[in-house]
């Protein structure tokens, strides 16, 4: 997903509107995603009795991606990237209220290190203010940890390939809706960029969702933090960024915190008895 952030941050630095790069990304993600249903399941895969969810999830996931998006045209790519990180950590704070579960000390006390990375990352000296980029990369963060809580419900009902549909089509919506108030016609360099950017989204997320359903999240999380490597190497190389030491030490304490948290939810589920 390091591609597709690295494209809307040039979309928007490029005069892209945010609802209108969110159209874009989406309406096009339907082209991979469409694809992938005809190929496996078909369409009958759509029916759901659960619309409610799906909007609860959806609109969780929108919100998220419009601050993320935003976000990217206001800060370094790799910084937005290790602050997104956070997003295991709001899931656990989260997943007792939310879902019920209990959450153990050795699990809060992961939780407390990986903000202190958090804050490492955001506040390198005490006489800054937290712009206001790293607030909404954490909204994305937020965002993200919503929607996994409410796809943990969804998921004991709904295929994976129902539910990234419904969120596609209702953040193609949301996008659509603010068109006619901030439209601007892209330029051929920018309407490439654009779709671009949903394609990449779009096989990104059934890539994900796929591995996810083959794989233990224990095999696929620590991947996902080499995220951090590729943003940092295309931040380098098209924007000349030079990721600040702070902000490197700081997502190393949210890595580590987050593979920790992992490690310890891995053994509990390995740990608990089987149900009949």
Known sequence: MGAMSA???????????TFEIIFFRNLFAFVPITGFILATRGFAVLRTSRPLGHLTRASIGVAGMFCGFVALGLMPLSEFTALTFAAPLFIT???????????GPHRWAAVAVGFLGVLIMVRPDPHQIVNAGALLALGQAAGTAGAMLAIRQL???EPGPTIVFYFTLAATLFGALGLPFVWVTPSRE???????TGLTGGVGQLLLTQAFRIAPAAVIAPFDYTTLIWTSLIGHLVWNETPRWSAAIGAVVVAASGLYILWRETRRSAAAPPQS
């Open 7 to 17: 494209l809307v941050k040039l979309a928007a630095e490029r005069g892209a509107p």
């Open 93 to 103: 704070a989260l997943s007792g209220p939310a879902l019920g579960e209990k959450v």
């Open 155 to 157: 998921g004991t009902t």
């Open 190 to 196: 920018l309407l490439l960029i654009l779709v671009l």
